[in-house]
């Protein structure tokens, strides 16, 4: 255990009450906190919360934390890999949280973004490249696929960074902290969409026009992005996700 876990645990207690404050808890929301580690955030968010839930997968921390919140039966401590534990088990509205370990961080975000209903607010602390793509503007060399399916779902705003002397262990990089308030849009055909938009995004120094002319046919991505006033040289990174959205319901169905 340890390090191949992504067990960076965050020594500040000035950024753990900044983080506190970011969740922005009034004494009765559901939290699911993930990778809850040594504790310390957790017992924070556990005075604050209505009901705490805490996913860790380090059977040793587990216990750890089991034994921590033993007579707090607001907190639950489950040992499982977040990317496995059902994630609609709790009634909705949920807050979720986590200093998310960084080798499977887009996996988590994904799994996040595809329950995003479930959730009201998801406030994570990442490597700060990753808060850098998941709140980038069009045009910018950050911006991608992460972050349109961020943007699809919630309204992103990243809070602040946390130097690496934050943490122990020390990791390499900057870390940072993202609010993304859920907010999805309304679309049928949801899943068409990102099928789209991955393939708009494939090879990203090529135009739209190169990316989806395999699936939908010149003609019909000539007169997509003639319809909604886009140019034939433009690019996915230009277009924000409500211009993304209305690329693909021009286009239709491949
Ligand atoms: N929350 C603590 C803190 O801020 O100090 C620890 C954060 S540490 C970056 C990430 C935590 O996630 C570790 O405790 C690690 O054991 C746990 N973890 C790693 N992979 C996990 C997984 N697949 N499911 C649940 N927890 C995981």
Known sequence: MGAHLGQHFLASEGYRKRILDALRLTGRETVLEIGPGRGELTALIAER?????????????????REQFVENPRVEIVQADILRVPLDAW??????????????????????FENARRFDRIVVMVQQEVAERLSAQPGTRDYGLL?????????????FTIPPGAFQ????????????KIAP???????????????????KRKTLMNNLKQSYGTDRVKAALGAVALKETARAEELSVEKMIELFLALGLP
């Open 147 to 159: 972050t349109v399916t961020a943007n699809f779902y919630t309204s992103v705003r990243m809070l």
């Open 91 to 112: 009634p909705a509205p949920v807050r979720a949280f986590g200093n998310l370990p960084y080798y499977i961080t887009s996996p988590i975000l994904l799994r996040l």
């Open 49 to 65: 919360a209505g009901r705490l839930i805490a996913v860790e997968i380090d059977p040793v921390l587990a216990a750890r934390l």
């Open 169 to 180: 262990p020390r990791p390499k990089i900057f870390s940072a902290v993202v609010e993304m």
């Open 185 to 203: 849009k309304e679309l049928a055909g949801e899943k068409a969409f990102f099928r789209m938009a991955k393939e708009a995004f494939a090879q």
